[in-house]
């Protein structure tokens, strides 16, 4: 069963650069994309980005200039950093894996989500 | 970006009831849309994917339909432990977009 847990600082001021890293257990980074993921309080869902084992990436445009996720297949953890945060970028952030049911066609779904972590900015 | 939208934003329903959520996106995605069901304080759960395929262990009252632009699921028989909310998701291209949730609440 492969199961995800997330770390890192819940709390910080603006300006500052969010770093959060995302074990994988029971299961391989290979074959397979990771993503972040974040829900602002009370709101819906907004897919930040994500990495493969080979470390390409892709962003959402609108974070693209600040989010950097990289990987570290030793360890079997991926990363998200987030620079200049602000109040706006408060929010729980997930890591999930997204799953490519290939049928000829790619078809991608988030299978298995860390449990999340709050990050607070606030001065 | 393909921007999705859920209807209702809330829904009231009670135990036994069956409830539809409808959800549209802004171009044809084809059959590139997933639901995922979040209870308070937990991450999301995925229910369905491609529009219509139920995830392994998913109870089989859930089920989806759809393809294009319009998109539903359906739960034939509400049970306690359903009352959550609901969010579908496009993976026809990245960004990846959710639509807004619907939040299924007690009557």
């Known amino acids: 069963q492969v199961q995800l847990q997330q770390w890192g600082a819940g709390l910080l001021k603006p300006s500052e650069t969010l770093s959060l890293t995302c074990a994988v257990y029971g299961g391989s980074l290979s074959g397979y994309y990771w993503s972040w993921i974040r829900q602002p309080p009370g709101k819906g869902l907004e897919w930040i980005g994500e990495?493969?084992?080979?470390?390409?990436?892709n962003y959402n445009p609108s974070l693209k200039s600040r989010v950097t996720i990289s990987i570290d297949t030793s360890k079997n953890q991926f990363s998200l950093k987030l620079g200049s945060v602000t109040a706006a970028d408060t929010a729980v952030y997930y890591c999930?894996?997204?799953?490519?049911?290939?049928?000829?066609?790619?078809?991608?779904?988030?299978?298995?989500w860390g449990q999340g972590t709050l990050l607070t900015v606030s001065s | 970006d393909i921007q999705m939208t859920q209807s209702p934003s809330s829904l009231p329903a009670s135990v036994g009831d069956r409830v539809t959520i409808t959800c549209r996106a802004s171009q044809s995605i084809s059959s590139y849309l997933n639901w995922y069901q979040q209870k308070k304080g937990k991450a999301p759960k995925l229910l369905i994917y491609?529009?219509?395929s139920l995830q392994r262990g998913v109870p089989s009252r859930f089920s989806g339909s759809g393809s294009g632009t319009d998109f539903t699921l359906t739960i034939s028989s509400l049970q306690p432990e359903d009352f959550a909310a609901y969010y579908c998701?496009?993976?026809?291209?990245?960004?990846?977009?959710f639509g807004q949730g619907t939040k299924l609440e007690i009557k």
């Open positions: 998701q496009q993976s026809y291209s990245t960004p990846y977009t």
């Open positions: 491609t529009a219509s």
């Open positions: 999930a894996r997204v799953f490519d049911l290939y049928t000829g066609y790619d078809y991608f779904y988030f299978d298995y």
């Open positions: 990495i493969n084992h080979s470390g390409n990436t």
